[in-house]
């Protein structure tokens, strides 16, 4: 619901359609549209209580048209369906003439008060566009912020590893490194390349988290990383930490999966099921004994981020090779 809301928000027909045709052709389609649409609840209305209101049901028409088409659009819709009114439910119908000639001021009055609701929605939809774009920018920064803070403290713990004489602690280290490299990877394509509403296409983040990982497998192990995803939109803090299981899978399975000369593949599938979303992440090893290490730091790692995500994670390894499968609600 909060994400329809903000598509609405952001909703701009004629900038939507400036690909097709001319925005003021869009907008001229919109109002002609809206304005039909304005008739047929007149139409309905005159069903029941016929005449009343002659003018009323302008309003949300005009009010569309003008918050989704800009003024022109609203301006347009007003004065189409004002005509309507004024032509085919005042007396005398068929004809712009008065029954009584007190109703050409309040003709005039209605036409007026309808431009001015044109005015005032057009203010309020400037108003409101840029209040986004204000809280979008604003945003941004904090998010460039956060991924250059992460992309530090990676680099904090590369001069801990140059310091280490210990190889268990450099391979401790190395993973951290992974793990914060992941978010910096996350934040640099889910904050750039992510839509205004938050939803993130799935195909394009794992895709490109995925060549990140392989560049960084670089030629020291003979490991190809493939993706599989299918098109679907997940919230971004939800695809930060699908993201961040990918890369934690990924990582413990080219430690442990392989020897140091063996040749591997590890797959990552992510696809859209009727409840939700499933990923799977398998490799090709020699399996890791998943169940034999239960307090390992990757595995918690990877129970608390599904957790996290609201998800369920099962997990087979054998000497067939490892698979892990994740299940989160839509």
Known sequence: MRSAFKRLAHLDVPDLA?????????????????????????????????GAGPFALTI???LVATLFGRWLCGAI???????????FVLPIVGSFQFAVPADGPRV????????????????????????????DALLLELQHRVKNNFASIASVLRLQISSTQSEEAKGELAAAIGRVESFVHAYEFLYHDADRTGAVDMRGYLEGLCRALAASLGSTRDVNLRCEAEPAEMPRDRAI????????????????AFAPAQKGEITVNFRRSETGYDLAVADNGKGIGVEGRPGSLGLRLIRGLTAQAEGTVASQSDAGGTRYTFSFQA
Do not use: C, I
């Open 18 to 50: 400036s690909g097709v045709m001319p925005v003021v052709a869009t907008q001229v389609l919109l109002a002609v549209v809206l304005s039909a649409a304005s008739v047929g609840l007149r139409v309905v209305a005159d069903l029941f209580m016929p």
């Open 60 to 62: 949300p028409a005009v």
């Open 77 to 87: 819709a007003e004065t189409l369906s004002s005509l309507y009114a004024w032509y």
């Open 108 to 135: 005039l009055v209605n036409m007026a008060s309808g431009y001015f609701v044109v005015a005032l929605a057009e203010l309020f939809r400037r108003a409101m566009r840029n209040a986004l774009a204000d809280r």
């Open 241 to 256: 930490l699908v993201g961040l299981l990918v890369n934690e899978v990924v990582n413990n399975s080219v430690k442990h």
